[in-house]
């Protein structure tokens, strides 16, 4: 049977070991891959939705499964550092102080295409990154190809940092689902363009730009990136014009020096109470105690904020299965992971944001 959102197909959902996954169980996943079907993976930031990108149908595919824009394209996954050079031409001599930084790991380099590869998206850029997961990696090269995959759910919604999340937005639609348990980044990766004369992030992510300054010296982040407010600033990646990350319940960031900040949660909590809304909150450990009705979660620690960046994706989903009509969340510092942590905050709030 045929849908809008491409054939049914029955889901085969395999457990795998994270650390040393078991050969027999990714090569029925490869298999898939090579016979142009969809796989779904865990990576270190968040579970991801294969193809192999030589075949532009099977790509295709992702597009209709995820409901997503077909102007946005995919990223490239490669399981060794040197496919990026097979995949692109005018590659900067940073390419290669990156990837021997970096890979494997959370940062998407976007180049200037090869010609040979084929991109449905319509588009003479590609963006390559090399997972650290040996799940994800075993998978990449058993298949023998690069998997380009976004993130595995239904477009402008949460992504999945578990496989249960996968399951629940794309059982049906996606041939095999490789549990390899909770992602540890809980964030994409960083989007870092090479093309132009300073490398400019489009993407915060699990590589930080303070990582990336260290290593390049002069690095920009794209204004849309920040995720401030809504600018008109061109999106330089076609994925930043697009809703993102928005769960069923509003969102309304709080953001500011932790004292307001929680005065004014307070404040918000019982205007919307007395409206007769179900209002969840999204703490911190050090700020849970503060509030006394409501739904409150705690997402994290203050203090180390690469735990806020885990549990994000998993709490504001976990609101929406309680059924809240309202989600206010803490606001964070933007320095290191904080920034990603605040650009996915802001979106899911579509820039719904009090400062205090
Ligand atoms: O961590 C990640 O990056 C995850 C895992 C699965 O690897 N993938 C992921 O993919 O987040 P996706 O499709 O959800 O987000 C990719 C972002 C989008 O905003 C897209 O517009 C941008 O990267 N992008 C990808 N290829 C691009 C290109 N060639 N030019 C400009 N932007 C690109
Ligand atoms: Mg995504």
Same mark, same amino acid.
């Given at each position: 049977m045929e849908t809008k959102t491409g054939p049914v197909v029955k889901t085969q959902v395999i457990t795998v070991d994270?650390?040393?996954?078991e050969l027999y169980k990714i090569r029925i996943a490869a298999q898939v891959i090579r016979e142009g079907g969809l796989v779904a993976f865990p990576t270190e930031t968040v579970y991801g939705l294969g193809a192999n990108t030589f075949d532009v149908r099977a790509v295709l595919r992702i597009f209709q499964a995820k409901n997503r824009p077909y102007d946005n394209p995919l990223i490239v996954h490669v399981s060794e550092k040197d496919a990026v050079y097979d995949l692109a031409r005018e590659i900067p001599d940073s390419t290669e102080v990156l990837t021997k930084r970096f890979? @494997?790991? @959370?940062l998407t380099l976007l180049l200037k295409k090869a010609p040979h590869v084929p991109r449905p998206e319509n588009i003479d850029e590609i963006t390559v990154r090399m997972p650290d997961h040996n799940v994800a990696l075993a998978l990449i090269a058993e298949s023998g190809v690069p998997i380009s995959a976004p993130s595995a759910n239904i477009s402008g919604g949460v992504s999945p940092t578990t496989a249960q999340h996968v399951y629940q937005d794309l059982a049906g639609k996606i041939e095999v689902l490789l549990d390899g348990? @909770?992602?540890?980044?809980g964030v994409e990766s960083t989007v870092l363009d090479l093309t132009g004369e300073v490398p400019t992030i489009l993407r915060p992510g699990g590589i930080t730009l303070e990582d990336l300054r260290a290593v390049l010296g002069n690095v920009e982040v794209h204004p849309? =990136? =920040? =995720?401030a407010a809504k600018t008109e600033a061109e999106a330089r990646a076609p994925g930043m014009k697009y809703k993102h990350y928005s769960p069923h319940a509003e969102v309304i960031v709080v953001e500011g020096q932790v004292g307001p900040m929680v005065e004014k949660i307070n404040q918000l909590l019982n205007q919307k109470i007395r409206q007769g809304l179900k209002v969840g909150v999204m703490a911190t450990e050090e700020t849970a105690?503060?509030?006394?009705?409501?739904?409150i979660k705690v997402v994290g620690s203050r203090r180390n904020l690469g735990t806020v960046a885990r549990n994000l994706f998993d709490v504001l989903r976990a609101f929406d299965e309680q059924g809240v009509d309202i989600i206010i969340a803490e606001g964070v510092v933007t320095a290191e992971i904080g920034l990603a942590i605040m650009n996915r905050l802001r979106k899911s709030a579509g820039f719904n944001i009090v400062r205090v």
């Amino acid at each position: 049977m045929e849908t809008k959102t491409g054939p049914v197909v029955k889901t085969q959902v395999i457990t795998v070991d994270r650390e040393t996954p078991e050969l027999y169980k990714i090569r029925i996943a490869a298999q898939v891959i090579r016979e142009g079907g969809l796989v779904a993976f865990p990576t270190e930031t968040v579970y991801g939705l294969g193809a192999n990108t030589f075949d532009v149908r099977a790509v295709l595919r992702i597009f209709q499964a995820k409901n997503r824009p077909y102007d946005n394209p995919l990223i490239v996954h490669v399981s060794e550092k040197d496919a990026v050079y097979d995949l692109a031409r005018e590659i900067p001599d940073s390419t290669e102080v990156l990837t021997k930084r970096f890979w @494997p790991g @959370p940062l998407t380099l976007l180049l200037k295409k090869a010609p040979h590869v084929p991109r449905p998206e319509n588009i003479d850029e590609i963006t390559v990154r090399m997972p650290d997961h040996n799940v994800a990696l075993a998978l990449i090269a058993e298949s023998g190809v690069p998997i380009s995959a976004p993130s595995a759910n239904i477009s402008g919604g949460v992504s999945p940092t578990t496989a249960q999340h996968v399951y629940q937005d794309l059982a049906g639609k996606i041939e095999v689902l490789l549990d390899g348990g @909770p992602c540890d980044v809980g964030v994409e990766s960083t989007v870092l363009d090479l093309t132009g004369e300073v490398p400019t992030i489009l993407r915060p992510g699990g590589i930080t730009l303070e990582d990336l300054r260290a290593v390049l010296g002069n690095v920009e982040v794209h204004p849309v =990136a =920040a =995720a401030a407010a809504k600018t008109e600033a061109e999106a330089r990646a076609p994925g930043m014009k697009y809703k993102h990350y928005s769960p069923h319940a509003e969102v309304i960031v709080v953001e500011g020096q932790v004292g307001p900040m929680v005065e004014k949660i307070n404040q918000l909590l019982n205007q919307k109470i007395r409206q007769g809304l179900k209002v969840g909150v999204m703490a911190t450990e050090e700020t849970a105690h503060c509030y006394n009705q409501g739904l409150i979660k705690v997402v994290g620690s203050r203090r180390n904020l690469g735990t806020v960046a885990r549990n994000l994706f998993d709490v504001l989903r976990a609101f929406d299965e309680q059924g809240v009509d309202i989600i206010i969340a803490e606001g964070v510092v933007t320095a290191e992971i904080g920034l990603a942590i605040m650009n996915r905050l802001r979106k899911s709030a579509g820039f719904n944001i009090v400062r205090v």
